[in-house]
């Protein structure tokens, strides 16, 4: 078997909610404590995984974060009895309340930032989990996020798992979801671009006004020097604040890479000259494929509202590529237009895959957000953990345990429900089995 990259999706938990936690993230503050249906939300992230294998590709997946946030609520006082605890929070502070609930994990692209053996020096898989201090909510995921990466990639000849960024605002680092990789062929020594939103050193630097920018260029240089890449073979650029301002809280809103191909919006990058030059540089003699989305024909605000640039390029045998889409971008008239244009070329987009994904979408992720990235060798590949790759099988027990243990309804005032921690613990020491990771939540509940 060939170098590979495999999609690590996210396993959508049973407290998928809409807390709307997330300033700047559009969706996901336009539903704010709409209810919501996990049970659906997690079939529907199952459905895609089981497109994706279906079509040759490979594909794992990744286990969910433990809810609610023993962690969290226990640092900042709510002690005694898990029910005496959660009642205590949700009428004493209703936001840490809601922070400790976060559905958030789902969105596998902001657990780490990969890079492949064949770009890192001493020919390891490199792993470096999200800090994600920005957000509360977020902001203690790296920890459960190392314990399942360092169980699923535990051959240590094979990766290297390291612990998360200090958590300091000049390091801030949301993973995958700013980084980006270019190659000939999966198995060659590739160009990493880390995107970044703020230089925290550089206080006059241009700046977004509206939405914090979240990624720091310091964290994708200490990123960079983590993995042992060579620098020539590393591009940093920062993200257009503008974009941010617009909901652009992530380069994968607004930007998107596979192979050689850069798909992106006009607006991605704050010198778009400069950032495709040095890019190409560091490719050649690879030429760089460039399908450059204008202003004129699909508007940010499209853009954002779609999620065109959150979509996943798939590799095909005629050297073209899959596009899986929302479906959001089938119902927005200038992406629709934007999409039949490509199709109607056939040069570098050969297909779509259409994605139903409205639960994750009114949360603020697409297919994109679902997943992380991961180029295995075949040696590499046989090394990861076997109970979490992808099997027609594995798909069949894990769509029963959803239909078992997750509601078809969670409105806000549910998450009070003394009941609903029980249920989750209950699921989780299931799903242990079903993927073979005994012990895995140990020491994260109440």
């Known amino acids: 078997m060939p170098t590979r990259e495999f999609n690590f999706d996210g396993l959508v938990g049973p407290t998928h909610n809409f807390a709307g936690l ?13 209810p919501s249906n996990p049970r659906a939300a997690a079939l529907q992230g199952l ?54 609930w976060s559905a958030a994990a789902m969105w596998t692209a902001n657990a780490a930032t990969v890079s492949p053996s064949a770009d890192c020096a001493d020919g390891r898989v490199h792993f470096t989990p999200a800090n994600l201090n920005e957000k509360l909510h977020r902001a203690g995921e790296h920890r459960f996020t190392a314990r399942v990466l360092r ?19 000049a390091l801030g680092d949301e993973g995958a979801a700013n980084h980006s990789r270019f190659c000939a062929d999966h198995g060659a020594p590739g160009v990493e671009l880390f995107v970044y939103g703020k230089r925290a050193f ?65 607006m991605a990058f704050l010198d778009e000259g400069g950032t495709l030059g040095a890019l190409r540089a560091a490719l050649d003699p690879l030429p760089l ?31 073209r590529f899959t596009l899986v889409v929302p479906a959001e971008c ?29 639960e994750s979408m009114r949360n603020g992720g697409g297919p994109a957000c679902l997943r992380l990235r991961v180029v295995l060798t075949a040696e590499q590949a046989a090394a990861v953990h076997p109970g979490v790759l992808f099997t027609p099988a594995l798909h069949d027990r894990l769509a029963d345990w959803v239909k078992r243990h997750y509601r078809d309804r969670l409105a806000a005032e549910d998450l009070r429900d003394p009941a609903l921690a029980g249920e989750v613990a209950r699921a989780l020491a299931e799903l242990e089995a079903v993927l073979d990771l005994p012990g895995l939540y140990s020491g994260f509940g109440g």
């Open 202 to 266: 550089a206080p006059d630097a241009p700046a977004p006004k509206r939405f914090p920018a979240r990624q720091s260029d310091e964290a994708g240089r200490a990123i960079a020097r983590l993995h042992r890449l060579a620098p020539g073979r590393v591009v940093h650029a920062q993200q257009h604040p503008a974009a941010i301002d617009a909901g652009v809280f992530h380069n994968d809103v607004i930007a998107l890479a596979h192979r050689d191909v850069l798909l992106s919006h006009e």
């Open 289 to 319: 494929r460039h399908l450059r989305v204008s202003q004129h024909d699909v508007p940010l605000a499209d853009a954002v509202a779609s999620y065109l640039f959150n979509s996943q390029l798939l590799d095909r045998d005629d050297g």
């Open 47 to 100: 459905a895609k995984m089981r497109a994706l294998a279906d079509r040759g590709h490979a594909q794992a997946v990744l286990p969910p974060h433990p809810r609610p946030d023993w962690g969290l609520l226990r640092a900042v006082g709510f002690d005694g009895r898990d029910a005496e605890a959660l009642d205590h929070a949700a009428r004493a502070a209703p936001a840490l309340y809601a922070a400790a």
């Open 22 to 34: 997330s300033h700047g993230n559009v969706a996901s503050q336009a539903h704010r404590a709409a």
């Open 151 to 169: 169980r699923v990639f535990g051959a240590t000849n094979h990766f290297a798992v390291h612990d998360a960024l200090p958590g300091s605002p």
């Open 330 to 358: 089938r119902r927005i008239a200038s992406v629709a237009r934007w999409l039949d244009a490509r199709l109607d070329e056939g040069e570098v987009i050969a297909d779509l895959l259409v994605a139903d994904l409205g």
